[in-house]
């Protein structure tokens, strides 16, 4: 342990950093049980950890052109060592712009053209786009192949790699063409988040943030005394965190896959924030965390409008996101237009007959859904924020 001990969150007596954290899903068709395995030498390990647990394969790596040229190579050595053959790895363009029907389309060509068949294993060697892109390939080729996740930015790791949502952004709304299909592994290991540049650190940041903000106010708090040891490299720390979202993760998702109750509270900020992407034209101007952070400043924001949640809790959550370095309103330099904004709110996808779905929030640590958000209160607040 360095330094102090670190605060215990309520909800986290069963996680002991470095840990494997399964997860079991109910349901009985498919993949229905894996591992989230988090520590700091995982990379080094991922050739035996996936001979272990799903045989020696024909293994993909699907890339991005930031990750692919710091971690490819070491990858492929481990895997080759462990027994595993190699198809050649493919590198996507990083950033938003590559979770498309045109990236799409060439991940499948990719794999066709190396004779992928189904007992192949992709392998998602990257942040959430590629997560996201390399998961619904997976889901789609052959009807389905197995995928193991490798995320090396810290939204990934606590977030978008565990739990199976897959998909791309359309100019309709951020992942709307999309598939649930779960991982077979996924292998977090913190000591790649030393690549990743400050302003990719921070906006994972807000989704750690968002799991004590939604169910764990004692997680918000470490969040406050120690999340800067979290974004300054310290490794306890960051198993601890991400060890502890992905256990938060593993439950919610366990009891709930398709998102049809208690999942949804992992989009706190999300309706708010895949606007905010989708309107400026998912580019480096806002960055999905960083409108996460925006969304749920807002979520808070509007909670205290409505009465749910006093206003200095709501002022306590915009100020931590800030503190650590955050943006908690839109950016400025856009020409916003609020009607428009208010019709991507309306497409996404948790909208259920044209009413609006927000995660709203009763205090620190206790979130809620709400499925009647009066659209007049949302608009007052998008021009509120955009005077
Ligand atoms: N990112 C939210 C979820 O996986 O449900």
Redesign the pocket.
């Given at each position: 342990m360095i330094g102090k001990p670190v605060p215990q969150p309520s909800q986290t007596a069963a996680f002991v950093p470095g840990k494997i954290i399964p997860i079991d899903l109910m349901a009985n068709a498919g993949h229905r049980s894996y591992d989230i395995v988090v520590g700091d030498s995982i990379l080094s390990e991922a050739g035996t950890l996936i001979s272990l647990r799903l045989g020696v394969r024909r293994c993909l790596i699907i890339t991005d052109n930031n990750v692919g040229p710091l971690y490819r190579q070491r990858l492929e050595a481990v895997l080759a060592a462990a027994g595993h053959t190699l198809i050649p790895a493919l590198e996507v363009s990083a950033g938003e712009g590559s979770k498309d029907f045109t990236t799409l389309q060439v991940v499948l060509d990719h794999m066709l053209k190396n004779g992928i068949d189904r007992q192949s294993l992709v392998i998602a060697l990257g942040g959430g786009v590629v997560g996201d892109l390399a998961g619904f390939a997976a889901s789609l080729v052959m009807r389905g192949i197995d995928v193991v996740q490798i995320p090396t930015s810290l939204l990934a790791q606590v977030?978008?790699s565990?739990?199976g949502?897959t998909g791309i952004n359309t100019v309709h709304g951020k992942n709307v063409v999309g598939t649930f299909y779960q991982p077979r592994l996924v292998l977090a290991d913190v000591t790649v988040l030393d690549s990743l540049p400050k302003r990719e650190m921070l906006a994972g940041y807000a989704e750690v943030v968002k799991y004590g903000l939604i169910k764990d106010a004692d997680f918000f708090h470490w969040c406050q005394s120690d999340g800067d040891k979290l974004l300054r490299g310290d490794r306890q720390a960051q198993i601890y965190a991400v060890g502890y979202c992905c256990s938060q993760?593993a439950k919610i998702?366990a009891a709930d896959e398709r998102?049809k109750g208690e999942?949804a509270l992992?989009?706190l900020g999300?309706t708010f924030g895949h606007a905010l992407e989708a309107i400026i034209g998912y580019n480096q101007l806002i960055l999905h965390g960083e409108a996460v952070a925006i969304g749920a400043v807002m979520a808070f924001k509007l909670s205290a409008q409505l009465g749910f949640c006093s206003h200095a809790e709501a002022y306590e959550v915009r100020d931590h996101f800030a503190t650590m370095g955050l943006p908690v309103a839109p950016p400025s330099t856009f020409d916003y237009d609020v009607d428009k904004l208010m019709d991507l709110m309306a497409q996404d996808k948790k909208a259920q007959n044209k009413k609006l779905t927000l995660i709203l929030a009763r205090r620190i640590g206790d979130a809620f859904v709400s499925h009647d958000v009066k659209t007049d209160a949302v608009r007052d607040l998008w021009l509120e924020l955009l005077r």
């Open positions: 977030d978008s565990v739990g949502k993760k998702v998102e999942r992992l989009n999300h």
